[in-house]
Nanobody, 126 residues
Framework: QVRLVESGGGLVQPGGSLRLSCEAS????????IGWYRQPPGKERELVAT????????????NIADSVKVRFTISRDIVKRPAQLHMNSLNPEDTAVYYC???????????????WGQGPQVTVSS
């Protein structure tokens, strides 16, 4: 059974940095896409950043929300599979629950299915 295990998050002062990690475990054949969505208090869930695996030897592509594009970076260790979200210059508007999301193929010739992490809280406050 596939699980997404997240680590990181917590409380940070405005202007500070945090790093989130997400690793897929279990019956993972390949990962098509992995990234993060966030849900601020009282608002809907929104895209933060994703990495999509390139096909046919192409490089991976990233998609990062405009609101965080110059402050957040997303990376992935291909060998070890974990993805990381590096968040810099955090401000109170970044306060949210951050959910890891991945589309995972569980067996050869299978179809990708979406999975979600547990969603650690990130709070930016002085």
């Amino acid at each position: 059974q596939v699980r997404l295990v997240e680590s990181g998050g917590g409380l940070v002062q405005p202007g500070g940095s945090l790093r989130l990690s997400c690793e897929a475990s279990g019956n993972v054949f390949s990962i098509n896409r992995i990234g993060w969505y966030r849900q601020p208090p009282g608002k809907e869930r929104e895209l933060v950043a994703t990495i999509t695996t390139g096909s046919g030897g192409a490089t991976d592509s990233t998609n990062i929300a405009d609101s965080v594009k110059v402050r957040f970076t997303i990376s992935r260790d291909i060998v070890k599979r974990p993805a990381q979200l590096h968040m810099n210059s955090l401000n109170p508007e970044d306060t949210a629950v951050y959910y890891c999301n991945a589309y995972i193929i569980e067996r050869r010739l299978g179809h990708p299915r979406p999975f979600w992490g547990q969603g650690p809280q990130v709070t930016v406050s002085s």
